[in-house]
T-cell receptor, first 114, second 114 residues
């Protein structure tokens, strides 16, 4: 069965520190998609990134970067030079079976202190 | 475009009462989903629909029913509410993009069952 694990329940950092959020997934499919979503204190879910199982290239978007490693079934998310506005709960998610199975991890609550 | 909207935003029910949550999307998406979010558990899929007139069970379907009579609407019903159904409910819709199914989320409905 598919599963997403985010072992870090809560992380606190001081502004300008770098922080990495871990995501480990399990799936039997060879075709699947991985996502990261951000949920700020206001409660909405904000899409950050999508990655398919055939593309292991790392991606960088501003202060955000993602490291996808199929060998370890991990899709980790790094925020460089964190800011207070990065404080949120971050969810990793896995989609397989052409979008009919969507599983979210339990989330990591990130607090960035000024 | 309004995106994904949910009605109502808040609701308090007494045990045994019934209600229907409405999700509407104006993006012509084929897939729609209902999730519940509980502290420390991320989002769990209740039911989903891959097209008008079709529905399927997710991870936690018990106590809920759904209907998709129109492509743009996905209704979630609670026939006899229980305190265990106190949660935040999110609706999402998705489309096929390069074989991915990126989800767009509504703002959520906070339901309390007393």
């Amino acid at each position: 069965a598919q599963k997403v694990t985010q072992a870090q329940t809560e992380i606190s950092v001081v502004e300008k520190e770098d922080v990495t959020l871990d995501c480990v997934y399990e799936t039997r499919d060879t075709t699947y998609y991985l996502f990261w979503y951000k949920q700020p204190p206001s409660g909405e879910l904000v899409f950050l990134i999508r990655r398919n199982s055939f593309d292991e290239q790392n991606e960088i978007s501003g202060r955000y970067s993602w490291n996808f490693q199929k060998s370890t079934s991990s899709f980790n998310f790094t925020i460089t030079a964190s800011q207070v506005v990065d404080s949120a709960v971050y969810f990793c998610a896995l989609s397989e079976n052409e979008g009919q199975n969507f599983v979210f991890g339990p989330g990591t609550r990130l607090s960035v202190l000024p | 475009n309004a995106g994904v909207t949910q009605t109502p935003k808040f609701r308090v029910l007494k045990t045994g009462q019934s209600m229907t949550l409405l999700c509407a999307q104006d993006m012509n998406h084929e897939y729609m989903y209902w999730y519940r979010q509980d502290p420390g558990m991320g989002l769990r899929l209740i039911h989903y629909s891959v097209g008008e007139g079709t529905t399927a069970k997710g991870e936690v379907p018990d106590g809920y029913n759904v209907s998709r009579l129109k492509k743009q609407n996905f209704l979630l019903g609670l026939e006899s509410a229980a305190p265990s159904q106190t949660s935040v409910y999110f609706c999402a819709s998705s489309y096929l993009w390069e074989s991915s199914y990126e989800q767009y989320f509504g703002p959520g409905t906070r339901l309390t069952v007393t």
